[in-house]
């Protein structure tokens, strides 16, 4: 059964801690995204990677950091330096960085407390 | 300016009523224009894609480009309350590498 898997699907966490989000994707796919969705403002590119040991920020990097160390696995983590880390975090991938479809993930829901 | 403009709503329509979804966009390099439908707490799913302008008809579903316009639409037809989701437009120009996505439009079918 193939598809985008994501963990946890909610998660909490105190001011100052890193965390790592998970996503795996089974779909032979070469690139992974990561976006994150806020109430009124859509989907925003926080990194992305087109091939395994390769990623770029997207359009709202700063903190949080990234590894592609293998082509199934694209983890996220939120850094202490991101201000306002509580979000929906959606994990996308696709055949390649310039198809049109993208396949999502479940999300995971970021509470900081 | 955001490159995509979607008003996030919420709309709330009857079931069996024409829902008309929109997106205006300020980047006249997009070619590829996609919607996508967001159940609540799920990820969003491609629902249909055109290219350049034109219609493009899927069962209940018409997608519309208007490149002088700059201005795309979503309609359904006959809508039902499982239609009721969040809708998303993508644009994607061609030689980029990623999709410049819409704010969403929240949607209640009422029955």
């Known amino acids: 059964d193939g598809g985008i898997t994501q963990s946890p699907k909610y998660l909490f966490r105190k001011e100052g801690q890193n965390v790592t989000l998970s996503c795996e994707q089974n779909?032979?796919?070469?690139?992974m995204y990561w976006y994150r969705q806020d109430p009124g403002q859509g989907l925003r590119l926080i990194y992305y990677?087109?091939?395994?040991?390769?990623?770029q920020k997207g359009d709202i990097a700063e903190g949080y950091s990234v590894s592609r160390e293998k082509k199934e696995s694209f983890p996220l983590t939120v850094t202490s330096a991101q201000k306002n880390p509580t979000a929906f975090y959606l994990c996308?991938?696709?055949?390649?960085?310039?198809?049109?479809?993208?396949?999502f993930g479940p999300g995971t829901r970021l509470t900081v407390l | 300016q955001k490159e995509v403009e979607q008003d996030p709503g919420p709309l709330s329509v009857p079931e069996g009523a024409i829902v008309s979804l929109n997106c205006t966009y300020s980047n006249s390099a997009f070619q590829y224009f996609m919607w996508y439908r967001q159940y609540s707490r799920k990820g969003p799913e491609l629902l249909m894609y055109t290219y350049s302008s034109g219609n493009k008809e899927d069962g209940r579903f018409t997608a519309q480009v208007d490149k002088s316009s700059k201005y795309i639409s979503l309609f359904i037809r006959d809508s039902q309350p499982s239609d009721s989701a969040t809708y998303l437009c993508?644009?994607?120009?061609?030689?980029?590498?990623?999709?410049?996505f819409g704010q969403g439009t929240r949607l209640t079918i009422n029955p």
């Open positions: 779909l032979n796919h070469d690139a």
């Open positions: 993508a644009m994607f120009a061609q030689g980029a590498q990623k999709l410049v």
């Open positions: 996308a991938s696709s055949m390649a960085s310039g198809s049109l479809e993208q396949f």
């Open positions: 990677s087109q091939i395994v040991n390769d990623f």
